[in-house]
């Protein structure tokens, strides 16, 4: 049996199906993203002297800049 084809025999809901493929979609994303933010850890990881408080400042100061937007 295809998945596929589960809505059309009524085992997954058609409302289902939009949520399903936005949920893929946005775990793609991440997962593609992941390569770059490693990459960016290991730099600051590299640069810093205590990677916890560099971390921790770069953190706080995107949260500011967002509450402030």
Do not use: C
Not at 16 to 25: D, Q, T
Not at 44 to 62: F, G, I, Q
């Amino acid at each position: 049996m295809n998945p596929l084809n589960w809505h059309t025999l009524g085992i997954i809901p058609h409302a289902f199906i939009p949520n399903a493929a936005s949920i893929a979609l946005s775990g793609t994303k991440s997962v593609n993203g992941l390569p770059k933010s490693v990459e960016s850890y290991d730099q600051l990881k590299a640069e810093a002297v205590d990677p916890y408080v560099a971390m921790r400042d770069a953190y706080l100061s995107y949260r500011d800049a967002q509450v402030k937007k």
